[in-house]
DNA sequence: TCCGGACTGGGACGACCGTCCCACTTCGGT
DNA sequence: ACCGAAGTGGGACGGTCGTCCCAGTCCGGA
């Protein structure tokens, strides 16, 4: 009823697609449902996306886009950087109790994109923007610890992005908390074993 | 034409569908497709089974029941600890650049058995399994290295299982083999700190 | 040899999917 | 006030999905 300029819905389909997403999954994101959870009908949808695929790379690099202060930690100084790595690892995991049907449509979006060729390269820079964003995180722990990484600090980044990775999905699947919180602290352990007294 | 037994055509279909969702993804894996690889009929699918969810079901428990040796690593003594987990972990990595659709077509049946409240079990059952076999592996380390772990094994298996998740799915995004050696290496040396000498 | 159950092939069904079309309404500029 | 463009609603189309049905074929035991 009320007119929505063509941009406004394309993000309000968006954002519409991804709580679809998180609630039935990927696969049951159809046209259909989307339009529906935002208030839509079907021509308004093709009004503004050509297709499902092109929503769904949108939504993709939207979310990518945006993934950023929720996992960069604040630091408080005076503590080991082993601690500091372990209580950004933890807040991490908070980030993920509080939504994990949001953390389980990335995983799934990973799983899409990587499933033809032509999105392969959604996936990659999904993964690039994640080791950023780890990179930039390690960074400021080196630094309030005031110690310096012994290897570039991609590489640990990208150690880094596979723990947390491995943290999520296994957590997603048996929900232990306790668990969760022995590999961060275990991974904590093991990255600050990465750098060296400045 | 040539008439097969329900139970081998069971098996059969299984076998089948396990190429199929490698190959395609299982959101692709449909029952035309599958009796398509099988060389069957579609009447030949539901003479043997009720539903392409029971099918799933089964693939999932079958391909579960049967990881076995796969992973499970022949270890030369005279290493350290931390050297025999991570040649543990190269072999796991191996056995990933071996079959890579394979092990994502896994990932994907989890995925998918967590989106459905009926089928978080077998998720939950394919997640034991792998501590399973990772608590086997970590404790033929442990003699091998005639160690002890400080913590009860089972624990430890769960944090490896974590990260040998996070090694596969950062690795199937950007297939980097010495970004994964590297992830090996450290979680090898983190698990090694578990343990102290006997 | 026959008969009942096991198995097969092909076609059909209803549901849902993504997409498209077309008549219609609203809006901003002139 | 008017007009063209922007936006909307509803219905339809072709395709694919899971599932089902049924007439037929094969086989082993009586």
Do not use: C, N
């Not at 997403?21 to 021509?43: D, F, H, K, N, P």
């Not at 995991?93 to 899409?112: G, I, N, R, S, V």
Request: hydrophobic fraction near 45%; aromatic fraction near 6%.
């Amino acid at each position: 009823m009320t007119r929505i300029p063509a941009p406004e819905r394309r993000s309000a389909l968006i954002e519409a697609a991804l709580r679809v997403a998180a609630r039935v999954g990927i696969a049951q994101a159809t046209t259909r449902a989307i339009v529906a959870e935002a208030g839509m009908s079907l021509a308004s949808f093709h009004y503004v996306f050509d297709s499902r695929d092109e929503l769904i790379d949108e939504l993709i690099t939207t979310v990518v886009a945006r993934e950023q202060q929720a996992v960069i930690p604040d630091l408080s100084p005076g503590q080991s950087l082993a601690e500091l790595l372990e209580s950004g690892i933890v807040g991490y995991f908070e980030h993920l109790k509080a939504d994990p049907e949001h953390e389980q449509a990335m995983l799934e979006l990973t799983q899409y994109a990587l499933r033809s060729p032509e999105r392969r390269s959604l996936a990659l820079a999904q993964y690039a923007r994640y080791t950023e964003l780890a990179e930039r995180s390690l960074e400021l722990a080196a630094e309030v610890a005031d110690v310096t990484w012994r290897i570039p600090v991609s590489e640990v980044a990208r150690v880094l992005v596979a723990f947390t990775d491995g943290l999520t999905i296994t957590w997603l699947v048996d929900r232990d908390d306790d668990a969760a919180r022995a590999v961060a602290h275990v991974a904590a352990d093991a990255l600050s074993r990465m750098a060296d007294p400045r």
